[in-house]
């Protein structure tokens, strides 16, 4: 526990500063990959344990097309489309399976494909770490913001996250297929009924997480250090998100990815070997008070 | 399934008799499964297969534990492996640093394990399903920061090192292989009597109806809350009782016996083995460790190997071995009977 550097930094704008942007960029990284989790829940009724796998195959691909072609934007667009098409395989081929099973064989072919994922990204890219550097239009002088260091880069991390998160919102909100999607989430045998394709909007809404996840992934590979086993840290911290969250609340999504953002940088100073441990005690504090967590809706 | 036919059966009259044979019935058999494996090393010398058997011993008890939870009252646990880990912990700690006698050091850790689980239990069986697999995953991960940033006391990520006094009490020397051996076996079968015991009680029937129907449970006049609180207790402590073995086996204990890969690995294990009938979790345990032991030799890729053989059983069979087992065999002579 250092409680000195935690109130000095809250002293110091400067470190208030770059603390506070270091949380925002966690939390809108952990945004979209939550924000897919809690659609896939909210259509589908899944938890889907293999998102993460998701995230680091964003970051793979991007890292991949970045190598190869040198260009930024052509590096997210495969991140997010690769893992896209990937989610609707993984739907389509594996979890359509399972739909009627118990909820535990679900999970059993999710924690399988954690397995294989894991070692199909060792195979391929192999098991050591890798990184896919900083593009050369971002290697600028950084913003100097009342004395904080704020790289151009997070901005646009953060600008593409929020505008991921309006059109996401608006487009379940205002869109014909929004809504087509918002009442396959709530009574998918009348949506069936209708002449719908459920089937379709399953595997869409699959590859739509996959690919805010991949998207994710792409974003933080120019800032992270890439490594087969990456996924797993973010798939739990999503997990939090969620479930603090709200299951199935994508306001609730934004609003959990942010708190757990800002818990971990500041946390990591105050509390450097305890910072996960903040975020469970969290989780658990907020439910054990609301146990559907801050925006979900009471279930029966 | 069969017991219920039988219970049903029976006279009122008969009903504590027939309790009371199958009860001796149970005892016996577990006698007799404890002298058998009590006499493996005479017939075989190998030390492998003592190891094999003292694992088997740490992660049967901890699944079969769990299947108490998952397949009998209908609560996902995710995190009944920080019990496994509290179990290491306490009892490594204890012996480290008091100096205790082993079954005092036994007897404290699992007076510790029912304490947190009372407390961990009160706050996460209230919650529903998936909620209460998330809290409980909660609560592990929260144990697992706790050992990792508790470096003066648990070691931090460097685990329990210098090994776990072990003392000779009774004239039992757990140093020794082969003591430890027969002390595993006989803490196993204790405790998978222990627990048939418990599922096959008037209590153990009271949760498969509450994890049937948990509301008319209630309506009837169950203590919901009160019957799941129990249970999740119970169930830690003959998870803790498997850390402690595990403990005593490596010498030490280690930040990933509470991780929450542990309480994944005790939800596939009974996955694999099954969770309708009692003995499946144990099952599930010896063919985990051996395909681990097997897939891990063979290949790097182990991840690979254990991920395919996992969709076999949740795509495929859809079931645990046991459960495929049991059902297959009910329908074969179902058939039979149809025929004759």
């Given at each position: 526990m250092d409680l000195d550097a935690l109130t000095g930094c809250l002293a110091s704008s400067a470190c208030l500063v770059t603390q506070t942007t270091s949380g925002f960029i966690i939390g809108m990284l952990l945004f979209l990959v939550a924000v897919g989790l809690t659609l896939i829940f909210g259509v589908l009724k899944v938890v889907n344990f293999s998102h993460g796998a998701f995230y680091m195959f964003g970051a793979y691909f991007a890292m991949t097309a970045y190598q190869f072609s040198g260009s930024f934007a052509l590096a997210m667009l495969c991140g997010a489309a690769g893992t896209a098409i990937l989610g609707l395989i993984f739907e389509r081929v594996f979890m359509s399976r399972v739909y009627?099973?118990?909820?535990?064989?679900?999970?059993?072919?999710?924690?399988?494909?954690?397995?294989?994922?894991?070692?199909?990204?060792?195979?391929?890219?192999?098991?050591?770490?890798?990184?896919?550097?900083?593009?050369?239009?971002?290697?600028?002088?950084?913003?100097?913001?009342?004395?904080?260091?704020?790289?151009?880069?997070?901005?646009?991390?953060?600008?593409?996250?929020?505008?991921?998160?309006?059109?996401?919102?608006?487009?379940?909100?205002?869109?014909?297929?929004?809504?087509?999607?918002?009442?396959?989430?709530?009574?998918?045998?009348m949506v069936s009924a209708l002449g719908i394709n459920t089937g379709l909007i399953y595997g869409g809404v699959f590859a739509l997480g996959g690919m805010l996840a991949g998207l994710a992934g792409a974003l933080a590979a120019p800032v992270r250090s890439l490594t087969p086993g990456m996924g797993f840290s973010v798939l739990i911290e999503s997990f939090i998100v969620t479930v603090i969250g709200g299951m199935g609340s994508i306001l609730g999504a934004?609003?959990?990815?942010?708190?757990?953002?800002?818990?971990?940088?500041?946390?990591?100073?105050?509390?450097?070997?305890?910072?996960?441990?903040?975020?469970?005690l969290f989780m658990v504090i907020v439910l054990v008070s609301r146990p559907t967590g801050l925006f979900g809706k009471e279930v029966a | 399934?069969?017991?219920?036919?039988?219970?049903?059966?029976?006279?009122?009259?008969?009903?504590?008799?027939?309790?009371?044979?199958?009860?001796?019935?149970?005892?016996?058999?577990?006698?007799?499964?404890?002298?058998?494996?009590?006499?493996?090393?005479?017939?075989?010398?190998?030390?492998?297969?003592?190891?094999?058997?003292?694992?088997?011993?740490?992660?049967?008890?901890?699944?079969?534990?769990?299947?108490?939870?998952?397949?009998?009252?209908?609560?996902?646990?995710?995190?009944?492996?920080?019990?496994?880990?509290?179990?290491?912990?306490?009892?490594?700690l204890m012996m480290q640093k008091t100096g205790v006698p082993v079954p005092v050091a036994f007897v404290a850790t699992l007076a510790i394990t029912l304490v947190v689980a009372l407390v961990i239990g009160a706050i996460c069986v209230r919650l529903k399903e998936i909620y209460f697999a998330f809290v409980t995953l909660a609560f592990q991960m929260l144990i697992h920061s706790t050992i990792l940033s508790w470096v003066s006391l648990t070691g931090g990520d460097q685990g329990l090192r210098g090994g776990i006094p072990r003392p000779p009490f009774l004239g039992i020397d757990l140093s020794n292989q082969l003591h430890?051996?027969?002390?595993?076996?006989?803490?196993?079968?204790?405790?998978?009597?222990?627990?048939?015991?418990?599922?096959?009680?008037?209590?153990?029937?009271?949760?498969?109806?509450?994890?049937?129907?948990?509301?008319?449970?209630?309506?009837?006049?169950?203590?919901?809350?009160?019957?799941?609180?129990?249970?999740?207790?119970?169930?830690?402590?003959?998870?803790?009782?498997?850390?402690?073995?595990?403990?005593l086996f490596v010498s030490g204990a280690y930040p990933e016996f509470a991780y929450w890969?542990?309480?994944?690995?005790?939800?596939?294990?009974?996955?694999?083995?099954?969770?309708?009938?009692?003995?499946?979790?144990?099952?599930?345990?010896?063919?985990?460790?051996?395909?681990?032991?097997?897939?891990?030799r063979l290949t790097d890729y182990h991840g690979l190997v254990l991920g395919i053989v996992i969709l076999f059983f949740a795509i495929g069979l859809r079931k645990g071995l046991m459960d495929f087992v049991v059902e297959w065999y009910a329908q074969r002579r179902n058939g039979a009977g149809e025929r004759g």
């Open positions: 009627g099973a118990d909820v535990l064989m679900q999970l059993l072919v999710c924690y399988a494909f954690v397995l294989i994922f894991d070692d199909v990204v060792r195979m391929i890219w192999g098991p050591e770490f890798k990184s896919m550097g900083m593009p050369a239009a971002f290697q600028v002088v950084p913003l100097f913001i009342a004395g904080g260091v704020v790289p151009p880069y997070y901005l646009l991390l953060i600008g593409v996250a929020l505008a991921a998160a309006m059109i996401l919102g608006l487009g379940l909100a205002r869109t014909r297929i929004g809504k087509v999607i918002r009442a396959a989430a709530h009574n998918p045998g934004l609003i959990g990815a942010l708190l757990i953002g800002m818990i971990r940088s500041f946390g990591s100073l105050g509390f450097p070997l305890f910072t996960e441990g903040l975020m469970y | 399934m069969t017991e219920l036919q039988a219970e049903q059966g029976a006279q009122a009259l008969d009903v504590p008799h027939e309790a009371k044979t199958r009860r001796n019935r149970d005892a016996l058999i577990a006698l007799a499964v404890f002298v058998v494996l009590a006499l493996l090393p005479a017939v075989f010398s190998s030390k492998l297969l003592l190891d094999f058997v003292i694992r088997c011993a740490a992660y049967g008890l901890f699944a079969t534990s769990l299947n108490l939870l998952v397949g009998y009252t209908g609560l996902i646990s995710f995190g009944h492996g920080m019990f496994f880990g509290l179990g290491a912990y306490g009892f490594g430890l051996y027969v002390a595993s076996c006989a803490l196993l079968v204790i405790g998978l009597f222990l627990m048939h015991r418990i599922a096959q009680s008037p209590f153990g029937y009271t949760l498969r109806m509450i994890r049937d129907n948990a509301t008319r449970a209630s309506f009837i006049g169950i203590d919901v809350w009160r019957a799941k609180l129990t249970i999740f207790v119970l169930a830690a402590l003959f998870a803790s009782t498997g850390g402690i073995i595990m403990a890969t542990i309480s994944g690995e005790g939800i596939f294990i009974n996955m694999l083995g099954g969770v309708t009938t009692f003995l499946g979790p144990m099952v599930g345990t010896v063919l985990l460790l051996i395909l681990n032991d097997t897939v891990t």
